[in-house]
């Protein structure tokens, strides 16, 4: 537990699929979970009752968040990844996973925070991953709950990959599907 305001630099180098070297930097902080952030935290899938009562289970019976959400915002004009790279941290973990991946967190200095909180005010995030996490943080009723731990990176930053989507779908008209897959053959791999 942090029990003074923080923001933290989060740095992950890892390989791709091809064995390109990624670095993605961003922020670990807290969002908003309560009803009035719903114009600056936007999900991009529906969520569950089932799935969004685990998380909140979970989150009560530990007493903490124990994933974080994941958000992309976009920096058009780099102010966030400069007021970033220039801040000035104190290492609180520094690491390499038995996949090779290596992490990096610090902690930002109240000023360094500051003006990144003002800079991330003027930013909407679209929730990636997480959205379940984040629904159960802003149904809760628990004071302690109106902010949801997230890390958050900009859209267009080196280490931003986007994957093909998950999840299956069934019964779909076979010449339908040849249609689609058609029309998007031009435009995607």
Known sequence: TDYRPA???????????????????????????????????LPHERTFPDAVRGWATLSASAEADLSAVFGLFEDDGCEIMDALSSALGQEV?????VAGQSHKLERLGADSSSALISLMRLRTVVIADGHHRYEAARQSQDPRRRYTLACLFALDSEGIQVKPFHRHIKGVNPELLQSFQSRLTPRYR
Do not use: H, K
Request: net charge neutral; hydrophobic share 30%; aromatic share 12%.
């Open 7 to 41: 923001i933290y630099r989060y740095s992950l180098t890892y390989s791709d699929e091809g064995a390109t070297l990624r670095r993605r930097t961003g922020i670990y902080c807290l969002v908003e979970s309560s009803e009035a952030s719903r114009s600056s935290v």
């Open 93 to 97: 973990l520094n690491f390499s996973d």
